[in-house]
């Protein structure tokens, strides 16, 4: 014969089961939520080797800060022909462009002092330059954006594809 106390012991664990398996699809379905406000596209054609074409980098921020630099990476993509006058900002966030430095597959892009806020819009335009990798697949994308004292605020982390 089992005791009560068996039995809400029993009912106790089966109860904390229940509650791990609801607890973990919430979690899970809020990172996909989350993931789901970063995307990356493209104007011009996603094929291997293609040069001049543009591309847009949009997401939402998690965070709050003072903004005074802002890295794009479009992982193994060549950059180095992006002018500032290629570059602009978009949605909420507020950000200029002051100057570039690129570097490969990566722009520093200074801005100047910009306080912005969780849930703010980044949205980067790339309109011209940019040379797509040589190789198809998939590729990471970054836009990060930093304080004057070099740390990071947030990181908006997509992928893009080009075809080949």
């Known amino acids: 014969m089992t005791s009560n106390s068996d039995k809400l012991r029993s009912l106790f664990l089966a109860a904390l089961m229940v509650f791990s398996v609801f607890a973990g699809t919430v979690a899970l379905s809020g990172s996909a939520a989350a993931a ?3 995307a990356v596209t493209s104007q011009g054609t996603q094929d291997k080797g293609v040069t001049s074409t543009s591309y847009t980098l949009t997401g939402d921020l998690e965070n709050s800060g003072t903004v005074e630099t802002v890295n794009v990476t479009l992982e193994s993509a060549d950059l180095n022909s992006v002018t500032s006058g290629d570059v ?6 507020g950000l200029s462009v002051n ?10 892009i200074t801005t100047g002092t910009t306080s912005v ?5 980044v949205t ?16 990471d ?24």
Not at 88 to 93: E, H, Y
Request: no cysteine; glycine share 10%; aromatic share 4%.
């Open 36 to 38: 789901a406000n970063e």
């Open 88 to 93: 602009s900002f978009t949605g909420t966030s």
């Open 99 to 108: 100057s570039i430095v690129t570097d490969d597959d990566t722009i520093e």
């Open 117 to 121: 806020s969780a849930g703010d819009t």
């Open 124 to 139: 980067v335009d790339i309109s011209a330059n940019v040379d797509n990798p040589a190789s198809g697949g998939v590729y």
């Open 141 to 164: 994308a970054d836009v990060r954006l930093i304080d004057g004292s070099d740390n990071n605020i947030d990181t908006l982390n997509t992928d893009y594809t080009i075809r080949g």
